[in-house]
C-alpha cells in the first residue's frame, strides 16, 4: 500500500485496510454478557444458530422492559428501535454502565465507533472500574487501531480475573501485530479461564492454518461446543485477509455463512473481498443479501459498496494478454496511454530484477473520485491518507485527477503498487508489512531518485528521538502505531532499511530474503540466514548508518526551522539578498524539504525579484531533482529552459509533470510541441492526443497538430483524419486547409 | 452563420469602424487583491496594444471613481457610432442587495441601474463583462437589444471572490481561444474560454465552484452557461470582435479576387449547414460530404492564397 505521506490520518486508514471492518467477531458477541437474564437466553440460543432465537427475541422485544426490549429489537436486526429502546433504558436507570455498554456496542456494529466511545466513557465514569465496560473502550479502541486498545484490555483483565475475552482480544491484536508468540499466550490464558473460550481456539485455529498445519484440534473443539460457530471461520479469515492471503480468507469466508447463514458481519465482509478481485455480480449478491436481510441500518461499508458497484459500470476497460487497465470513462482517454507505458514498464523492470513472472494479468484500477477509491479497499469513506492498495494480482489507486496537483506522484504510486503485487506472488503473501513495504518504498526511488517520498520533518524528529524500530519489531509500526505518525515513519525505516541492505549485500540478499519468508521463516530467521547476522547486530550497524546519512539534517534541524523563518520575514520586507543568504543555507542543511514554504520556493520568488535567471534555473532544477511535485515550479522551469533554448531539459521538465499530474492541458500542447521541435514526433502525438482528451477548446489547432505530428511518422491515414476534424472545427484554418492539399497529393 | 461571421469580419476592417475598451479595476479590499485586479486589467491593455483603431481606456485604484467611469462612458457616447463596437469589463468584487447590483469602487459605488443609464446613451454594439462576485444579479438589469453581457457568476448570491477574469483576460494572451481559426476573438470565444477555464480551476484544485459564468445577448433571457442555437443565446456574441489577431481580411480588399472569396464563403456556409445536420445525417455519408467540401475549400483557399 501507498500512503500519502504527509497525512496523519494515514495511521488509521493503513492499519483498517488490513484487517478489514467488518468481521470483528466481537462486534456480535455479548462481550460481558450484562443483559437481562432473558437477553442471555436468546443468546445462547443465537450463537448455536437455534430457529428458536427469533421466537425469543420476538418475545423480548415486547417486554415492558426498555433494556429487554432494545436486546429483543437488536437481535430482531432493527437497530434504530433497539437504538430507542437503549435510550429508555439509560433514561429509566442512568447509573447502571450496563445499559451504556450494550447501548455502545450497538453502536459500534453500525460502525458509529465514536457513539460506542462516548457510551463506553459514561459506563466508566458510573463506575471506573467497570471491567466490560474498559474491554468495551479497548474493542472500541482497537477498531481504529489505537495503541491504548491494549492498555485498556490489560486494565479489564486485571480489573476481573474472569473476564477471558479481555484475553482474546488482546491475543486477537497480538496476531494483527505479528506476535504469534504472544497471541499464543493470550489465547491460552483466556482458555485456562474458560476452556470454552472460542475466539481464543479460533486464533489458535488460524494461527495454524497459516502455517499450513490443519489447526484441526482448536476447530474440534470449537465445533463441539457450537457446531454452527461460523465466527471461527470469520476470524480466521480476518487473519488470512489481512495477511494477503485472499484466496484463503475468501474461502474462509464462505465456509463462515455456509455455517451460519446469518453470520451477517462475514457475509458483508465477503462481498467486499470478491467486489475487491473483481467478482462483481457475486460482491453485489453477497452485499445486497446482507442490506435487504440483514440488520438495519445496515453497515456504512456495506451500503458504500453497492453504491461502489453502481459507479463502476461507468469504467472502461482495456485489456491485453498482460495487463487489465480500467479507468473511469470520463479520464480514460487521457489516462491509457500514460497508465499503459509505465504499467508495461514496471513490469519488464520486476520480471527482470526479480527474476519472476506473474501468472495471468495484472489489474490496475484508477479512482477519480477519492471517496470511491476508499469505499472500494476500505469500505468506507472519509479517512484519506491513502493512494494505492494491492490485493493479490489487483492495484486499486487514487486517480492522478482524484486529488489536486502535486499530492502525489501518480506514477511512483504505480511502481510501488506493482512491486507489492511480485513480492506477494513470489512469497504467496508471506511476508511481514515492513518487508512488503520497504521493498517497495525502496523500488519507487530504485526507478529514479526524484520519485519516491522524501525525509519529511515527521521521520527527522522521529529519528532525532530514537523513535525507529528495531527490525524485528517493525512491522507493529504499521499495525498499531505508538504515536499518529508512526505509521508513516514506519515506511521510511521499511524503505531505509531496503537501501541499506542493498547497499551492503547486494540486491540478491533482498531475493534471499523474498525466498525467506516463502518459506514460512520470520524476520529474526531470515535476517540471521540470509545477511549472517542477527537482528540485534543488524540494528546496530543499520541505525549508525542511517544517522550518518541524515546527520547533517537532524543536527541542523533547529537552524533550519529557524533560517525558514528569518527568510520568510526577509521575503516580506522584500530584502532579497537576505532570502538568498538564509535559504541557501536551509537549503544545503536540509535539500529534501520540498513541501509548500520550502526554501527553494523562497529562493526562486528572491532570484525571480532580481531577475537571476541561471540562479532561477539552477534551484528549479535542484527542486525537482530532490522531488519537488508542485506542478508551478516545474512548468516554470520548463518555460525557461525553452526561453534559454534548451529544449531538451524543458520536454525532459514537462515529462517529469507528466507523471505527477495529467489533467494540465497548456502543458501537453507546450509538451507537444517540444517533441516536435525535438524530432520525437511519437511523443508529440501522445501529448496532442492528452491535450485533446483534456478538453482543450482549442479543437482545431490540436487536431492539425496531431496531423502534424502523424504526418511526421508516415501515419498518413491518421494525420488526413486529424486534419479533417480540425477544418471541421474551423474550416477557414488556413493551415490546416493547405495540409489537407498536401495530405491528398493535391 | 458564416455569412453573419464574414459580416463581422467586414465590419471589423472597415475603415469607419472604431472599437472602443474600457476597463475598470474596482477596490480589492486587500492588497493582494488590488495587486491581482490592476495586474490583470493592464495584462488585458497590452494585449490590446496591437488592436488596430482601438481607443483603450483604464481604470483602476483611486481612479475607478463613478464620476470617472460615467465620464469615460459619456465621452465614448459623444465619439461613438453605431458601426463601432464598446467592450466594457469591470475587474473587482461585487455585491448584490436583491434588487441592483454594485461594483466597489473607491468612493460611492456604481450600480448595475447606473452604469445602464450611461451604457444606453452609447450608440455602438456592447459586450459588457462583469467578472466580479454577484455579477449574475445584473444581468437584468443591463440587458438590452444587441448588448451582450457576460457575468462571472449565475445569480448575485455567488459572493466569493472570483478567478474569471484572469481567464477572460488570457483569452486575449492566447492564440488558442480564437477556436475557428478565422484571426478574429469573438466576445462567444472569450467567454467559452474563459469559462472552461474556470472550470478546470476549481476542477484542478478540487474546490466546490464558487462561480458559474453566464451569457446573455437576447436582450430578454435569464442568461445561459452554454450559449448555443438551442438556446437562442450567443448570436450576437459570435459575431462580436473583440481582438484581432491578424490580417485575416487583407485579401476582401483585392476586386480580382472576389468571386474566389464569394466561393469561399458559399463553401463555408455549405459546411456549416452540415454541421448543422449532423445528427441527422448517417455518419459515412456526413463524412465524405464533409470532407468533399473542405477539400474543395482548401483548393479555393490555395488558389486566393496565390
Redesign the interface.
Do not use: C, V
Given at each position: 500500500m501507498k500512503s500519502k505521506s504527509t497525512y496523519v490520518v494515514v495511521a488509521l486508514v493503513l492499519t483498517v485496510l488490513y484487517v478489514g471492518d467488518e468481521q470483528r467477531w466481537f462486534r456480535q458477541m455479548g462481550a460481558s454478557a450484562q443483559g437481562p437474564a432473558p437477553y442471555l437466553e436468546c443468546e445462547k440460543l443465537a450463537a448455536r444458530a437455534d430457529p428458536g432465537a427469533r421466537a425469543c427475541y420476538q418475545r423480548l422485544s415486547t417486554s415492558r422492559d426498555p433494556w429487554a426490549k432494545a436486546e429483543g429489537l437488536w437481535g430482531l436486526g432493527d437497530g434504530n428501535g433497539a437504538s430507542l429502546a437503549f435510550a429508555e433504558a439509560v433514561a429509566a436507570n442512568p447509573k447502571d454502565p450496563a445499559r451504556h455498554v450494550r447501548w455502545a456496542y450497538l453502536f459500534l456494529s453500525t460502525d458509529q465507533n465514536n457513539d460506542a466511545k462516548e457510551d463506553m466513557e459514561a459506563a466508566l465514569k458510573i463506575n471506573p472500574d467497570y471491567a466490560p465496560a474498559m474491554l468495551g473502550l479497548a474493542k472500541v479502541l482497537s477498531e481504529s487501531y489505537d495503541g491504548k486498545a491494549m492498555e485498556w484490555a490489560e486494565k479489564a483483565a486485571k480489573a476481573d480475573a474472569k473476564l477471558y475475552q479481555a484475553h482474546e482480544l488482546m491475543a486477537y491484536m497480538h496476531l494483527e501485530d505479528n506476535n504469534p508468540e504472544k497471541a499464543v499466550a493470550s489465547a491460552k490464558e483466556a482458555l485456562q479461564i474458560n476452556p470454552e473460550a472460542l475466539q481464543a481456539l479460533a486464533i489458535l485455529a488460524a494461527m495454524d492454518q497459516m502455517d499450513d498445519k490443519p489447526g484441526t484440534e482448536w476447530l474440534d473443539r470449537i465445533f463441539k461446543a457450537n457446531p454452527k460457530y461460523g465466527e471461527a471461520y470469520e476470524t480466521m479469515g480476518h487473519f488470512f485477509v489481512q495477511n494477503r492471503r485472499y484466496d484463503e480468507g475468501i474461502a474462509l469466508l464462505r465456509k463462515a455463512i455456509e455455517l451460519k447463514p446469518n453470520l451477517w458481519s462475514a457475509r458483508a465482509e465477503l462481498g467486499i473481498q470478491l467486489m475487491r478481485f473483481g467478482k462483481e455480480a457475486e460482491a453485489h449478491q453477497q452485499l445486497e443479501s446482507v442490506f435487504n436481510d440483514g440488520p438495519k441500518p445496515s453497515r456504512v461499508s456495506v451500503r458504500n459498496s453497492l453504491k461502489l458497484l453502481d459507479t463502476l459500470v461507468k469504467f472502461q476497460t482495456f485489456e491485453t494478454a498482460t495487463t487489465v487497465l480500467k479507468f473511469d470513462k470520463k479520464e480514460a482517454a487521457l489516462l491509457e496511454p500514460y497508465y499503459k507505458a509505465e504499467l508495461d514498464r514496471a513490469i519488464a523492470t520486476y520480471e527482470k530484477k526479480y527474476k519472476h513472472k506473474i501468472q495471468g494479468p495484472i489489474q490496475v484500477e484508477a479512482y477519480p473520485d477519492h471517496a470511491d477509491f476508499e469505499v472500494r479497499t476500505l469500505g468506507i469513506p472519509g479517512v484519506g491518507g491513502i493512494l494505492g492498495v494491492t490485493f493479490g494480482h489487483y492495484v486499486a489507486m487514487d486517480s492522478p485527477?482524484g486529488?489536486?496537483?502535486g499530492e502525489f506522484h501518480w506514477a511512483a504510486t504505480l511502481w510501488h503498487e506493482l512491486s507489492h503485487v511480485y513480492v506477494l506472488d513470489m512469497t504467496q503473501s508471506r511476508t511481514p508489512r515492513w518487508f512488503t513495504e520497504g521493498v517497495a518504498v525502496y523500488e519507487e526511488t530504485a526507478i529514479a531518485p526524484d520519485w519516491g517520498d522524501r525525509m519529511t520533518p515527521r521521520e527527522v524528529a522521529a529519528i532525532r528521538d530514537k523513535k525507529l524500530l528495531p527490525i524485528a519489531e517493525l512491522d507493529r509500526g504499521y499495525i498499531h502505531p505508538s504515536y499518529p505518525e508512526q505509521v508513516v515513519v514506519s515506511y521510511y525505516q521499511g524503505g531505509r532499511v531496503i537501501t541499506y541492505i542493498v547497499e551492503k549485500w547486494g540486491y540478491d540478499a533482498v531475493l534471499g530474503m523474498i525466498e525467506g519468508f516463502k518459506n514460512r521463516k520470520d524476520t529474526a530467521t531470515v535476517i540471521k540466514d540470509v545477511l549472517k547476522v542477527t537482528p540485534e547486530e543488524f540494528d546496530a550497524q543499520f541505525f549508525p548508518w542511517l544517522e550518518a546519512q541524515t546527520k547533517k539534517t537532524v543536527d541542523g534541524f533547529e537552524r533550519w526551522t529557524k533560517l525558514l523563518k528569518d527568510a520568510n520575514e526577509a521575503g516580506k520586507a522584500k530584502d532579497w539578498d537576505k532570502v538568498i543568504a538564509l535559504g541557501t543555507e536551509a537549503l544545503d542543511l536540509y535539500p529534501d524539504f520540498v513541501e509548500t514554504g520550502s526554501a527553494y520556493t523562497m529562493l526562486i520568488k528572491a532570484y525571480t525579484e532580481k531577475a537571476d535567471k541561471p540562479n532561477m534555473i539552477q534551484t528549479l532544477e535542484a527542486y525537482a531533482a530532490h522531488g519537488g511535485r508542485e506542478p508551478a515550479p516545474l512548468k516554470q522551469l520548463a518555460d525557461m529552459q525553452t526561453e534559454a533554448g534548451n529544449k531538451k531539459a524543458a520536454a525532459a521538465a514537462l515529462e517529469k509533470l507528466n507523471l505527477i499530474f495529467l489533467?494540465?492541458?497548456a502543458a501537453h500542447?507546450k509538451l507537444g510541441s517540444l517533441h516536435m521541435e525535438l524530432g520525437n514526433p511519437q511523443g508529440a502525438a501522445r501529448e496532442f492526443g492528452a491535450a485533446l482528451a483534456s478538453?482543450?477548446?482549442?479543437?482545431?489547432?490540436t487536431h492539425y497538430n496531431l496531423a502534424l505530428a502523424y504526418r511526421a511518422t508516415k501515419q498518413n491515414e491518421k494525420a488526413l483524419e486529424h486534419v479533417?476534424q480540425s477544418?471541421?472545427?474551423?474550416?477557414?484554418?488556413?493551415p490546416?486547409?493547405?495540409l489537407?492539399?498536401e495530405l491528398?497529393g493535391? | 452563420m458564416r455569412k453573419l461571421l464574414l459580416l463581422a469580419a467586414v465590419a471589423a476592417i472597415s475603415a469607419q469602424a472604431t472599437s472602443f475598451y474600457l476597463t475598470v479595476a474596482g477596490l480589492g479590499g486587500e492588497p493582494e487583491y488590488d495587486q491581482r485586479f490592476t495586474g490583470w486589467a493592464s495584462d488585458l491593455n497590452k494585449a490590446l496594444a496591437g488592436e488596430a483603431g482601438a481607443k483603450v481606456e483604464l481604470l483602476s485604484g483611486k481612479d475607478a471613481t463613478k464620476a470617472n467611469i460615467q465620464a469615460k462612458l459619456s465621452a465614448i457616447a459623444a465619439q461613438a457610432k453605431a458601426d463601432d463596437t464598446l467592450m466594457v469589463l469591470f475587474i473587482g468584487h461585487g455585491s448584490y442587495d436583491d434588487i441592483d447590483y454594485k461594483l466597489n469602487i473607491p468612493g460611492q459605488d456604481i450600480s448595475a441601474s447606473e452604469l445602464n443609464d450611461a451604457l444606453n446613451k452609447i450608440a455602438a454594439r456592447q459586450t459588457v463583462v462583469l467578472t466580479t462576485s454577484g455579477s449574475g444579479g445584473a444581468i437584468k438589469k443591463l440587458q438590452k437589444d444587441k448588448r451582450v453581457i457576460i457575468s462571472a457568476t449565475k445569480s448575485g448570491s455567488e459572493r466569493n471572490a472570483t478567478v474569471f477574469a484572469r481567464f477572460w483576460v488570457e483569452a486575449f494572451r492566447d492564440?488558442?481561444?480564437d477556436?475557428?481559426?478565422?484571426q478574429t476573438l469573438t466576445a462567444l470565444e472569450a467567454y467559452?474560454?474563459a469559462k472552461?477555464k474556470t472550470k478546470?480551476y476549481f476542477?484542478?484544485?478540487?474546490r466546490l465552484a464558487t462561480e458559474h459564468p453566464l451569457l446573455e445577448d437576447t436582450g430578454k433571457g435569464e442568461g445561459e452557461a452554454d450559449p448555443s442555437a438551442g438556446n437562442g443565446q450567443g448570436l450576437l456574441a459570435g459575431r462580436f470582435p473583440v481582438l484581432h489577431l491578424g490580417s485575416?481580411s487583407a485579401i476582401a480588399s483585392t476586386p480580382a479576387k472576389q468571386a474566389l472569396l464569394k466561393r469561399?464563403d458559399d463553401?463555408?456556409t455549405s459546411?456549416d449547414e452540415l454541421?448543422y445536420r449532423k445528427a441527422a445525417t448517417d455518419q459515412p455519408t456526413y463524412?465524405k460530404q464533409?470532407?468533399g467540401l473542405?477539400?474543395e475549400?482548401?483548393?479555393v483557399?490555395?488558389s486566393l492564397?496565390q
Open positions: 485527477n486529488r489536486p496537483p489533467k494540465d492541458e500542447q478538453g482543450t477548446i482549442d479543437l482545431a489547432g479533417y477544418l471541421e472545427a474551423a474550416p477557414s484554418f488556413k490546416g486547409l493547405k489537407l492539399l491528398t493535391q | 492564440g488558442s481561444a477556436t475557428d481559426k478565422n467559452k474560454y472552461l478546470d476542477d484542478t484544485q478540487k485575416a469561399k463553401l463555408e459546411i454541421k463524412n464533409m470532407q473542405l477539400l475549400l482548401a483548393k483557399q490555395a492564397d
